[in-house]
């Protein structure tokens, strides 16, 4: 063979690989955009330990849980703190649609103390139906207000809502809706989320993770006991722009506590 041949050959098999190489890339990334986790079919919950492998998904702490009444252990005071600094003038900076729900991201500002450490709230999302159940009951909705501390570590404030009258809170958050997946609103308005709590704070907490993945284990849970009312229109117009029944199934106690704060 002499070298002309030789470089042409080579040549072609260069071409061939390339645009091998290249092909499996193009698949490789279609695959693991259709393979995100989602809320139902072969990304459900039920499959998100195996999609995302770094994930704790498949840990010992997961979250939500069934809060059993009868279980619970009644907290004497000296754990589970938890004190609001939250003022009517907090900074709503924008709403967006990110696929899996309705996401309202908040300026500094507002904080919590939980057992005396500081976390801020960052953001405030939905769940229709709830995500955690109370003696089994699934509730039609469920509001996450994430706080996070200066160590990254989570204190998700949970509410959970019944059908009832008008909720002021969600009827302005609501005003900024609808919203397309993946598109998003800018806001920088003030918003008072007084109305979102129920007027009894008596309250459970116990140690979980996030409800997505990564399912992250660094997540201390404060549900309140008492739901607050909220419209079937507000409910219906918040699931209108977020994935069906966006909740993740109850994950085991593994032998967790519950606890009870009574107000
Ligand atoms: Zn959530």
Same mark, same amino acid.
């Given at each position: ?28 990334? #279609?695959? @693991? ?11 459900? !919950? +039920? ?15 997961? @979250? ?9 252990? &009644? ?15 907090? *900074?709503?900076?924008?709403? /967006? ?29 939905? #769940?229709?139906?709830? %995500? #955690? ?16 501390? &200066? ?11 019944? +059908? ?18 993946? %598109?998003?609103?800018?806001? #920088? ?8 709590? !129920? %007027? ?8 979980? @993770? ?12 404060? *549900?309140?006991? =008492? ?11 918040? /699931? =209108?722009?977020? !994935?069906?029944?966006?909740? /993740? ?6 032998? /967790?506590?519950?606890?009870?704060? %009574?107000?």
């Amino acid at each position: 063979m002499n070298a002309i041949l030789k470089g042409v050959l080579a040549t072609i098999l260069l071409v061939f690989f390339s645009c091998g190489k290249e092909k499996n890339n193009t698949t490789g990334t #279609h695959e @693991s955009e259709e393979k995100h986790w989602s809320y139902s079919g072969e990304t459900s !919950p +039920e499959h998100w330990a195996e999609l995302e492998k770094n994930s704790d998904c498949s840990g010992q702490s997961q @979250s939500p849980v069934n809060i059993l009444d009868g279980k619970t252990v &009644k907290d004497e005071g000296e754990r589970g703190s938890l004190d609001f600094y939250y003022s009517p003038q907090t *900074i709503l900076n924008k709403v /967006r649609n990110n696929g899996h729900t309705i996401q309202f991201d908040f300026e500094l500002g507002d904080s919590i103390a939980y057992n005396k450490v500081n976390f801020n709230l960052v953001q405030i999302h939905f #769940h229709e139906p709830s %995500e #955690h159940l109370v003696n089994g009951v699934r509730y039609p909705i469920e509001i996450h207000l994430v706080h996070q501390s &200066k160590q990254q570590d989570y204190t998700v404030v949970s509410v959970l809502g019944v +059908e009832g009258e008008d909720c002021e809170t969600i009827e302005n958050m609501e005003s900024y809706l609808p919203l397309k997946k993946g %598109e998003e609103k800018e806001i #920088h308005k003030s918003l008072d989320l007084s109305s979102i709590f !129920p %007027e009894k704070k008596s309250y459970y907490f116990y140690g979980g @993770s996030l409800t997505t993945p990564p399912c992250s284990e660094n997540v201390q849970w404060v *549900i309140f006991k =008492d739901p607050v009312k909220v419209s079937l229109e507000e409910v219906l117009k918040l /699931r =209108d722009n977020m !994935p069906f029944e966006n909740f /993740r199934n109850e994950q085991a106690l593994n032998g /967790r506590k519950v606890y009870l704060h %009574e107000m």
